[in-house]
T-cell receptor
């Protein structure tokens, strides 16, 4: 099946620093990637939809200047959490949709961010 | 009203039991429907898509009722390995919305 990787899998950073998370589709091209956040015992919340070559579409309540998304190629999207605070600590998961048109999403393994 | 609603459970069932989950969605224009499974602290994995005609995959049966705007998942002959959180997913164009999930615990 299709594979999506995320890096890093875990990161601990100090408050005020920025953290970049990479999401790669390994064996397919993805014009669209999605970024989700999941707090403990809650469901995934869509943060933004990342489209290759254009600006990301952010969900209501998600600050685009705080969560910078870049989808520079058909296989890579990055999420940068700028000036991280402890309340940004969460599980961040990306997913990618195969460009060939299936609605199925393939999820990365997730990145656990802890801001101290 | 939430876009996608699920009973969070937990559903505690004995091995071999049949269990059913329902999920309701608010946007009648929704196009595609899925059930995902998520194990603790792992990413969600697609269990099955849901079609209007209903579909079956082994012990799992999914149904869609557009008129009442709900989808269901039936698991027959529950196994211990079925213990997980089951997420209902509804999509419209690029917008994908997850339910909060229903936790299933299969007991020996």
């Amino acid at each position: 099946g299709a594979v999506v990787s995320q890096h890093p899998s875990r990161v601990i950073c100090k408050s005020g620093t920025s953290v970049k998370i990479e999401c790669r589709s390994l064996d397919f091209q993805a014009t669209t990637m999605f970024w989700y956040r999941q707090f403990p015992k809650q469901s995934l919340m869509l943060m933004a939809t990342s489209n290759e070559g254009s600006k990301a579409t952010y969900e209501q309540g998600v600050e685009k200047d705080k969560f910078l998304i870049n989808h520079a190629s058909l296989t890579l999207s990055t999420l940068t959490v700028t000036s991280a605070h402890p309340e940004d600590s969460s599980f961040y998961i990306c997913s990618a949709r195969d460009s060939r048109g299936s609605y199925e999403q393939y999820f990365g393994p997730g990145t656990r961010l802890t801001v101290t | 009203r939430k876009e996608v609603e699920q009973d969070p459970g937990p559903f505690n069932v004995p091995e071999g039991a049949t269990v059913a989950f329902n999920c309701t969605y608010s946007n009648s224009a929704s196009q595609s429907f899925f059930w995902y499974r998520q194990d603790c602290r792992k990413e969600p994995k697609l269990l099955m898509s849901v079609y209007s005609s209903g579909n079956e995959d082994g012990r799992f049966t999914a149904q869609l009722n557009r008129a009442s705007q709900y989808i269901s998942l039936l698991i027959r002959d529950s196994k211990l390995s079925d213990s997980a959180t089951y997420l209902c997913v509804v999509s419209l164009y690029q917008k994908v919305t997850f339910g909060t999930g229903t936790k299933l615990q299969v007991i020996p």
